[in-house]
């Protein structure tokens, strides 16, 4: 019995001393785990500290930070990462969530919803912002404010399915997501460092927004995938909240003094009263953006529809197993962000030399390419246009706006501004149902080749135009050279006037205008008096000293 207890001593000894070994390991694992998690944080937060100094100091180069384009580009380019979560929680939602077929319906209700407020709101939009020019800084928080209130409704609206509500909301946080680009495009002059020219600051903005929102879009689809389109608006919603926090604190200089008298009458824009500059760029971009509304719905339900030639096999064998239907739509969308990319920093490199041309030269580039495209279509001259298109639109698009801020006013630029986008976006409304309509008929060769061909010809009657313009300035030019060569011939007549009239007194001699003689011309001289000898200067019998300059040789 004794020897019993002992051992039940020594095993309960050696349990308690094995219980408390794995304590000390626990606890020492913890210690490791803690100091591990630990170094993980301070290296991921470093790692955070370091790329926000390098993008501070890129954003702030060349003055920016003084003058405040530094925090516009990082408002900006949080901005763009807002709505990116927002379209990515919607595409979710709406895009992928049905069959093909029910998603043309869908995607053709989304576009016509929102093409028919735009053209109601175009008219009142840039006319309402140039009212509160001394307001913008709370004008774009404004928009931001607003975009979050409705991320949140529409987060609401998720769950049980609420379409009208999501068609609403996404309306909603598209209008004022323009006018917060109107608003930033309105005051970009006000925040412009003598470094740096128009092209170049627009086009850092681009930059840094096309940055931002490649970053989250991958992060936001990931999101959606684990948390629910719901959790992801969410998110946004908190984001334009901070965001707008962020405008309010702008610099004051951003807020211009309203110079129009109050009570005056207020100035529209339009297209027919922007100036010819302006005018042609913008029918320019309105073609660009046209071709791009169509190619991205036309590309993509072909890619859906498996009617393109890599997925268009009869038997499963003949088919390429790389490029299947999602890797395809996600190689299309890599090839349009890099081509916005490409295009902004071909924008930053062009400084401010000749937006004109730019704008004429990415015309001809898109066209040229769908052509191309049109006859040698595939999987790489998809890829082609699918960039050329995008980078055209960005170079485009930037090179607009450069012009409009040069040319236009600042008492109507915002108003310029709401005009321009909006037909911006109706034209690309416009060629997304384009697009869609003829993707029923299977045909990437006459959807192709009949965009192809629209843009040729607004190509010709752009260049057309333009030469009519060049024309027309230098007869306008000729005609007043000739008027003014005719007017100092004129004013170089012996017995004419400074006005270039007949002198009324032509004889000095007469006694038949008694009374004191008008001032004549310095270089015009009276006959001489009986017995007066010429000078050195004068001419017998003369008036006018053929050896002297009638003209003042020094202006």
Request: hydrophobic residues 50%; positive net charge.
């Amino acid at each position: 019995m004794e020897g019993g207890w002992d051992r039940a001593r020594e095993v309960s000894r050696r349990m308690a001393r094995g219980a408390a070994d794995a304590g000390r390991a626990t606890v020492r694992a913890g210690r490791a785990t803690v100091t591990g998690t630990a170094r993980a944080g301070k290296a991921t937060a470093s790692g955070a500290r370091k790329v926000g100094q390098a993008t501070r100091r890129l954003t702030y180069a060349n003055g920016a930070g003084r003058t405040g384009l530094g925090r516009l580009i990082e408002l900006s380019a949080g901005n763009s990462a807002s709505d990116a979560l927002v379209t990515v929680a919607l595409a979710s939602t709406v895009f992928f969530g049905v069959p093909v077929g029910e998603a043309r319906g869908s995607v053709a209700l989304y576009l016509v919803i929102t093409m028919l407020p735009f053209a109601l709101l175009a008219p009142f939009v840039g006319p309402i912002l140039d009212r509160f020019r001394s307001g913008r800084r709370y004008v774009m928080a404004g928009t931001l404010f607003g975009r979050g209130l409705l991320c949140f409704a529409m987060a609401a609206a998720v769950g049980p399915g609420d379409l009208p509500t999501l068609f609403i909301g996404a309306l909603g946080v598209l209008v004022l997501s323009k006018s917060y680009n109107v608003s930033r495009a309105a005051i970009m002059p006000s925040v412009l460092p003598a470094d740096i020219g128009l092209v170049s600051a627009n086009a850092r903005v681009a930059l840094f927004t096309l940055v931002a929102a490649g970053v989250a879009v991958p992060v936001g689809a990931g999101l959606t995938a684990v948390v629910g389109s719901a959790v992801v608006l969410r998110v946004a919603m908190v984001a334009f909240l901070l965001l707008g926090v962020a405008a309010v604190r702008l610099p004051r200089h951003i807020d211009s003094p309203d110079l129009e008298e109050e009570g005056g009458p207020p100035r529209w824009r339009t297209l027919l009263k922007v100036g010819p500059a302006v005018a042609e760029a913008v029918w320019a971009n309105l073609a660009l953006r046209v071709f791009s509304g169509f190619l991205l719905f036309f590309l993509l339900f072909l890619v859906q529809d498996e009617a393109v030639p890599w997925l268009a096999a009869a038997e499963p064998w003949a088919r390429d197993p790389f490029f299947d239907i999602p890797k395809t739509i996600a190689l299309l969308a890599g090839a349009a962000g890099l081509g916005g990319l490409v295009g902004a920093a071909v924008a930053n490199w062009t400084r401010n030399n000749s937006p004109q041309l730019i704008v004429l030269v990415t015309l001809a580039v898109t066209a040229v390419t769908a052509g191309v495209t049109a006859v040698f279509f595939g999987v790489w001259t998809a890829l082609a246009i699918a960039l050329v298109t995008a980078f055209a639109q960005e170079l485009g698009k930037l090179a607009l706006d450069a012009i409009v801020q040069r040319e236009i006013g600042e008492e109507v630029r915002s108003s310029t501004f709401g005009v321009v986008e909006a037909v911006l976006q109706l034209a690309w409304v416009f060629g997304g149902l384009v697009g869609l309509v003829l993707s029923l008929t299977r045909s990437s060769t006459a959807g192709l080749v009949a965009l192809a061909v629209a843009l040729i010809a607004a190509l010709g009657w752009l260049l057309v135009s333009r030469r009519g313009r060049v024309r027309e300035t230098e007869r306008k030019l000729r005609r007043q050279r000739a008027e003014a060569e005719a007017e100092v011939a004129s004013d170089l007549r012996p017995d004419a006037q400074p006005d270039g009239r007949p002198d009324p007194w032509p004889d000095p001699q007469s006694d038949a205008k008694p009374g004191p003689r008008p001032d004549r011309r310095p270089d015009v001289r009276p006959d001489p008096q009986p017995g007066h000898q010429p000078g050195p200067g004068e001419q017998r019998g003369g008036g006018v000293d053929p050896t002297k300059p009638l003209t003042n040789p020094h202006g």
